[in-house]
């Protein structure tokens, strides 16, 4: 089965520097690549995701990159705010048969330092 | 609200007691999941239906946990004999027409003394 793996584990930034995080995954037929924030006592959220078909996808202050050859991705905030802090994970899956069975990596705790 | 809603939020019991969980997904949604979330790790995933129908569990789905989605609706996680290891965040999610965005609810705490 997929397996990913998620680095750092934790990160802390001066609020207005960028932060990025980086997943790697084993399963070369994994298609989508999603990027969930979890505040403290809340439920993920998609922030972002991305499609094997395309290398880059942005939207606003953040941006996600796929190196499909080296099987890696990564999540980039720029700007950051302390509204970021968080706890980020990446997930890996293959939507072509229809569902969204995620294998999710371990997490980054983001701190941004006012 | 009409996001995926969980019931309950907390719940505490002892050691071998049942525990059954609700989720109430997004009412278009026609795929709903189970996932499993402990402490400083991301979630896994336990299992999923299409409508009513339960297309795969996983292998960390062990005899005493079942799951039930009757109509194809509202879906309930049930844990039997609940062992101390249990004690983790159970997420709900759902999904509709194309295959992508998971929309999770704020889920339930279990804790098993």
């Known amino acids: 089965g997929e397996n990913v793996e998620q680095h750092p584990s934790t990160l802390s930034v001066q609020e207005g520097d960028s932060a990025v995080i980086k997943c790697t995954y084993s399963?070369?037929?994994?298609?989508?690549f999603p990027w969930y924030k979890q505040e403290l006592g809340k439920r993920p959220q998609l922030i972002i995701d991305i499609r094997s078909n395309v290398g880059e996808k942005k939207d606003q202050r953040i941006a996600v990159t796929l190196n499909k050859t080296a099987k890696h991705f990564s999540l980039h905030i720029t700007e950051t705010q302390p509204e970021d802090s968080a706890v980020y994970f990446c997930a890996a899956s293959n939507v072509d048969f229809g569902n969204e069975k995620l294998t999710f990596g371990t997490g980054t705790r983001l701190t941004i330092i006012p | 609200d009409t996001g995926v809603s969980q019931d309950p939020r907390h719940k505490i019991t002892k050691r071998g007691q049942n525990v059954t969980f609700r989720c109430d997904p997004i009412?278009?949604?026609?795929?709903l999941y189970w996932y499993r979330q402990t402490l400083g790790q991301g979630p896994e995933f336990l299992t999923y239906f299409q409508n009513e129908a339960q297309l795969e569990k996983s292998r960390l789905l062990s005899d005493r946990f079942s799951a039930e989605r009757p109509k194809g609706s509202f879906s309930t996680l049930e844990i039997q004999r609940t062992e101390q290891g249990d004690s983790a965040m159970y997420l709900c999610?759902?999904?509709?027409?194309?295959?992508?965005?998971?929309?999770f609810g704020e889920g339930s705490r279990l804790t098993v003394l």
């Open positions: 399963d070369s037929a994994s298609n989508y």
């Open positions: 999610a759902s999904s509709g027409k194309s295959a992508g965005e998971l929309f």
């Open positions: 009412s278009e949604h026609n795929r």
